[in-house]
């Protein structure tokens, strides 16, 4: 996978970069692993906006990932490669002796006719998914479930991997990419290996409009803005903050943070990752 620049022939696109597509499958998504994606728009369902700078977007297929990877003890082939418009991360197809299709995240280094299993049996490699009690310390994992049986939450994004630092007879302590240390129940599945895509945090994205259509809008900054759509408005001139950062609602903007103090699993960090 490489990056692949454009000719720079106008100021839109002079700055432009995109993922190569060589290692992919040319085929649309498995039809009964796909459905219209719903657009939301950072509304809730009465219409109220409670998610800003999110709108427009081009129309697409959601496909449905396998987070549990429940088919335990039963091999299943890679048969494709995939791209998928929701993550940052590819997917891959699997299929089952018994004809049932899924897609995962793709890991490094897997490989169409790759052959993957999920269950306390499967080997150590990439793409197979075992309980943290049965992965050796020191090997990274994603795809990490935090409450056994509810499917993988932690560790989905392109190119990122956690590591098991230590493990007793009840948890793992698990190093996260955003350098959190956790305590996580030695009966939850994770999946062996770094994801793939490592390089989707090095695109230039290189104009406005290519953000549009991932459904981003513009942000406005406060001190540009009048006095009553927000409490950094107005001032003659150019005009600093005036106060601590705040958003159009008035709540702290930078810093404080919006964790529960009484949060049942704040027992269970052991070191924050700020």
Request: aromatic residues 4%; glycine residues 10%; hydrophobic residues 30%.
């Amino acid at each position: 996978m490489s990056l692949i620049t454009s000719p720079k022939f106008n100021n839109s696109r002079r700055s432009y970069s995109s993922l190569g597509t060589a290692h992919l499958s040319k085929k649309r998504p498995e039809k009964k692993l796909r459905q219209i994606s719903v657009k939301h728009s950072g509304r809730n369902f009465s219409g109220k906006l409670t998610t800003r700078h999110r709108g427009g977007q081009q129309k697409r297929y959601l496909r449905r990932i396998d987070w549990l990877r429940d088919k335990r003890d039963i091999p299943a082939k890679v048969i494709s490669i995939e791209y998928d418009p929701n993550r940052s991360a590819d997917i891959a197809l699997l299929l089952y002796k018994d004809g049932e299709h899924r897609y995962i995240l793709s890991p490094q280094g897997t490989k169409i006719g790759d052959m993957l299993e999920a269950g306390k049996s499967a080997d150590i490699r990439p793409g197979n998914s075992l309980p943290l009690s049965h992965i050796p310390v020191g090997v990274a994992i994603h795809n990490l479930e935090l409450t056994p049986g509810k499917g993988g939450q932690l560790v989905r994004g392109a190119g990122t991997s956690a590591i098991i630092q230590s493990r007793d007879s009840k948890y793992a302590s698990v190093l996260l990419p955003s350098r959190e240390l956790r305590l996580v129940p030695i009966t939850c599945y994770a999946t062996v290996g770094q994801l793939g895509n490592l390089d989707w945090k090095n695109v230039t994205f290189g104009k406005a409009g290519r953000k549009r259509r991932l459904g981003i809008k513009p942000t406005v900054r406060g001190t540009a803005q009048h006095p009553d759509s927000h409490p950094h408005g107005g001032g003659e001139g150019r005009s600093g903050e005036g106060m601590p950062p705040k958003t159009p609602w008035g709540k702290p903007a930078r810093g404080k943070r919006t964790r529960r103090p009484n949060r049942h699993s704040t027992k269970l960090i052991i070191k924050r990752r700020k």
